[in-house]
């Protein structure tokens, strides 16, 4: 406690709405920002959260002139944003608000959207093969893969309303955007991609199927733990972490059941709807964690198994989460331990009972969760290990506290075959 700190800087949406009922307030919210809307929606997640009559209604009342612009279907592509951005060349852009409804596909999807619509060529349309400019323009924003253009302009003002609990993109500074046919999937980010406002209405989560709860809230939590103990880890984003994983993995558990554990809050009317709260909040602050600290193992294997094997990112990362911590417990003895005893006030004292208690804590969430614990059963086969060792580098491997050549991953991941 007496480190002296070092200076650090802190990303996080200007404004956050968060609570029951939020999404009425998204006209308001539009207003505080500009005069017109584009939607961006996931392809089931403004019908399914009951969000769409709503979100036209508050904009309706506000005087918000509203178009949708994009609908994203699965993880967001090059070939979706090019898409997505020849429907607005040409378009006024004075006073749009570009608000993204949808889970963290749909997010980033949005926020890319916002980002490159400030940058494209005035005279796109007049120029030959404009969506093949479109692709050269997405791609050399990306990291790794292009001419590692910066945004430096600012984007359009985003309002990000997740409907799903895990991602945590709502407080993020970057997208994720993948190319399957260039075999990559990596990053546009900047500070000035952190959504405006995010308007995080627990309510909008309550359609998810079992499926989507447990991936999307594993991905959080696997975003909360690998922030905790990432290299670049800050005080504050460990703060949040302290705050919300606890709450997360009393609540993950009881949403998977369908309804709540235990004779203390079985009867109480809003304990679903508490646990749903829980994780909304949780996967915000894993969003404030991860983008001013980093992540690790988990996620920088995550994206490679995405491009391979179409594994799901939230999926990807259940999977790859016991993994990471058997690899780095030793290494992260202390930090495990601290929180285990922030989850369970009766935890051990001795740091290594603590922390192996925490490891094997997250290992029984994963069962429950009916996570597979081998790469197998999801069709990975041993040829694919090379490639996925060599492609899981990037930021999130950077900041796993374990640093792993390419041969010794390859020789974690066959543990788990």
């Not at 009559?53 to 918000?64: K, Y």
């Not at 494209?120 to 400019?133: F, I, V």
């Amino acid at each position: 406690m007496d480190d002296a700190l070092a200076a650090y800087d802190f990303l996080a949406p200007p404004l956050v709405r968060f609570g029951a009922g939020r999404i009425d307030s998204i006209g308001e919210t539009v207003r505080l920002l500009g005069r017109r809307a584009w939607l961006v929606g996931g392809g089931r997640s403004l019908t399914a959260s009951g969000a769409r009559d709503r979100i036209e209604a508050s904009l309706s009342a506000s005087g918000i002139e509203s178009t949708p612009v994009a609908t994203s279907r699965g993880e967001p592509t090059v070939d979706q944003l090019v898409a997505a951005l020849a429907g607005i060349v040409g378009r006024d852009q004075d006073e749009v608000v570009v608000v993204a409804v949808g889970g963290g596909a749909t997010i980033d999807l949005g926020k890319a959207l916002a980002a490159l619509a400030t940058t494209m060529p005035t005279d796109l349309l007049s120029q030959p093969r404009p969506e093949a400019q479109l692709d050269t323009l997405v791609v050399d924003h990306l990291e790794g893969v292009g001419r590692g253009l910066t945004i430096n302009r600012w984007p359009l003002p985003l309002i990000a309303v997740p409907t799903t609990a895990g991602t945590g993109a709502e407080a993020t500074r970057n997208a994720v955007i993948s190319c399957p046919r260039r075999r990559f999937k990596k990053s546009m980010r900047s500070p000035r991609m952190v959504p405006r406002a995010a308007i995080i209405d627990p309510d909008l989560t309550a359609s998810c199927d079992r499926t989507t709860i447990a991936a999307s809230g594993l991905d959080c939590i696997t975003q909360l733990i690998e922030a905790f103990v990432c290299r670049f880890a800050k005080p504050l984003p460990r703060c949040l972490v302290l705050e919300s994983l606890p709450r997360a993995l009393r609540a993950l558990p009881r949403l998977l059941h369908d309804r709540p554990a235990g004779d203390s809050v079985a009867h109480r009317p809003d304990s679903l709807a508490a646990d749903r709260a829980a994780m909304s909040h949780a996967a915000l602050l894993s969003g404030m964690a991860l983008t001013n600290s980093g992540l690790g193992l988990a996620h920088g294997v995550a994206a490679a198994l995405g491009i391979s094997c179409g594994m799901p990112h939230g999926l990807a990362c259940a999977v790859m989460l016991p993994l990471a911590l058997r690899v780095n417990r030793e290494a992260s003895r202390d930090d495990f331990a601290l929180l285990e005893q922030a989850v369970d006030p009766d935890a051990p004292r001795d740091a290594a009972a603590a922390a192996d208690a925490f490891v094997e804590r997250i290992e029984r969430l994963c069962q429950t969760a009916g996570m597979p614990a081998k790469l197998s059963a999801l069709g990975v086969t041993a040829r694919q290990l090379d490639w996925l060792a060599e492609n899981s580098g990037g930021a999130s491997m950077k900041g796993n506290p374990v640093q792993l050549d390419a041969g010794e991953l390859r020789t974690a991941l066959l543990t788990i075959l």
